[in-house]
């Protein structure tokens, strides 16, 4: 069992920056993937980003070259820097961890509880 816990959500301007956190504790494995997904209402959920613990990073499409994800490995944590943020950003923004990914897609079994972003213009 992996535990999530989520921080840095809020409320910005369009343009700003944000950054957010995820601690993960427990049944860690050496080799695993976390990473973060959002979803707006009425809209589908949404891969924002993901790295492994060997530093393979993946972006969606509609934030590439705005967001970079990083992680402290010692410490299993997991930083999302959001940058040049649009209305369009808005969402709740979900942590993940899994043990496993293929090409472009994370494998993740567990998740936080979500931390709202939103982006005013």
């Known amino acids: 069992q992996v535990q999530l816990v989520e921080s840095g959500g809020g409320h910005v301007q369009a343009g700003g920056p944000l950054r957010l956190s995820c601690a993960a504790s427990?049944?860690?494995?050496?080799?695993?993937?976390m990473g973060w997904y959002r979803q707006a209402p009425g809209k589908e959920r949404e891969l924002v980003a993901f790295?492994?613990?060997?530093?393979?990073?993946n972006y969606g499409e509609s934030v590439k070259d705005r967001f970079i994800i990083s992680r402290d490995r010692n410490r299993n944590v997991v930083y999302l820097e959001m940058n040049s943020l649009r209305p369009e950003d808005t969402a709740m923004y979900y942590c993940?961890?899994?043990?496993?990914?293929?090409?472009?897609?994370?494998?993740?079994?567990?998740w936080g509880q979500g931390t709202q972003v939103t982006v005013s213009s």
């Open positions: 427990g049944d860690i494995f050496r080799v695993n993937v």
């Open positions: 790295i492994t613990t060997s530093g393979i990073t």
């Open positions: 993940g961890y899994g043990n496993s990914w293929s090409p472009g897609e994370p494998h993740f079994g567990s």
